[in-house]
């Protein structure tokens, strides 16, 4: 099973930090997410992770084809890829607080498609057309893998069509394994595409503490904020939700914050969604609780798993219980 992990990166302290302790456990990919208004830049950010690993692949995770145009995020990753020594991932995503906290909607499925086979041809050193827009890259000497992020069908039949990998943000029960496989599947049929070219990767949030309360606790903010991405605003049954958890939903959706704090934490709390959405979006506790849930999400079907310290009580120390208690035994 491989174990990546992502995290907003609030200062470069804590970017060196993350990217010692990914090489040292053996971290198969880190990531840094794209989210102004909460954390520095994430390519400045990438290219410091870089510079301080060896091993791990390094992923944007993810950015988006709006803040930024597709054809300056395809330069950019492939100069993350010649800085890392061939290690570079391009995650994108329709858009959530990159593009909400700066004014912007989110991509459809169908322009997230046309911008991941348009940074594709650029990256494979081609002229390529988007609109209007024409743009070519010579420069380039390898193709970095993209990733689609998804969590809504039309989105993940998107990533089956195009992407070379998913960041799926879907659950971690089986059942959420199983739908959201279903439409990656659906999309890679229509591209005539071999759906075992794709690779998956399992969003969750991680929170890992001796202090089990403590992981508990903090973790709220983080489930409120992922909720956000699987609950969209309508149609919660083709997300996998019970119907008797579907208003508190809807209502979390409408009050959290793309700028989290206690608020969202007390949210969750409040509308009584704790339990479904740690177990659906979250590892959290002790290093005991944690290698029991990652296990329970490999027996549920997940192959590799992303997992997001953004919001952890202590995200450093979260990466070294994990890799030092849990890592090892997955």
């Known amino acids: ?56 692949q390094v992923a944007l995770c993810v950015t988006n084809l ?14 993350l890829d010649h800085i890392s020594n061939g290690r570079a991932v391009l995650g994108i995503g329709a858009g959530h607080s990159g593009t909400k906290n700066v004014g912007l909607s989110r991509s459809t499925g169908k322009e ?26 010579p420069w380039i000497k390898r193709a970095p893998p993209i990733f689609l992020a998804a969590s809504h069908p039309p989105a993940l039949r998107a990533a089956g069509q195009a992407a070379d990998g998913v960041f799926c943000n ?27 070219d794709i690779e998956v990767w399992q969003i969750a949030a991680l929170d890992c503490s001796e202090d089990r309360k403590l992981a508990q606790g903090k ?22 939700v019970p119907e008797q958890l579907r208003a508190p939903l809807l209502e979390l959706r ?3 914050s793309t700028r989290p704090g206690e608020a969202d934490i007390k949210l969750v709390q409040e509308l009584g969604l704790f339990d479904y959405l740690s177990r659906r979006l979250a590892i959290c506790g002790n290093p005991a609780d944690c290698l029991a849930q990652a296990l329970s999400a ?30 090892p035994k997955l």
Request: glycine content about 8%; aromatic content about 8%.
């Open 66 to 79: 709006l803040t930024r145009h597709p054809a300056v995020s395809a330069a950019a990753i492939a100069s």
């Open 170 to 196: 879907f659950g971690l029960g089986a059942e959420n394994i199983r739908d959201s496989a279903s439409h990656i599947l659906a999309g890679a049929k229509a591209a005539d595409r071999a759906p075992e």
């Open 112 to 137: 997230l498609a046309e911008g991941v086979m348009f940074m594709k041809a650029l990256l494979q050193g081609r002229p390529a057309m988007l609109g209007a827009v024409s743009a070519h890259l």
């Open 1 to 56: 099973m491989q174990i990546g992990f992502f995290f907003w990166p609030y200062t470069l302290d804590l970017c060196e930090k993350l990217a010692e302790r990914a090489d040292r456990y053996g971290y198969a990919m880190i990531g840094i997410a794209d989210t102004p208004g909460n954390a520095m830049d994430p390519w400045v950010s990438a290219a410091m992770v870089a510079r301080a690993s060896q091993r791990t």
């Open 219 to 240: 973790v709220g903010a983080m489930l409120a904020f992922l909720a956000g991405y699987v609950i969209g605003d309508r149609k919660l049954e083709t997300r996998g």
């Open 254 to 256: 409408r009050r959290y």
């Open 298 to 327: 490999k027996a549920a079907g997940a192959k590799r798993l992303m997992l997001t310290v953004s919001l952890a009580s202590d995200p450093v120390r979260t990466v070294e219980l994990f890799g030092q208690h849990v890592l």
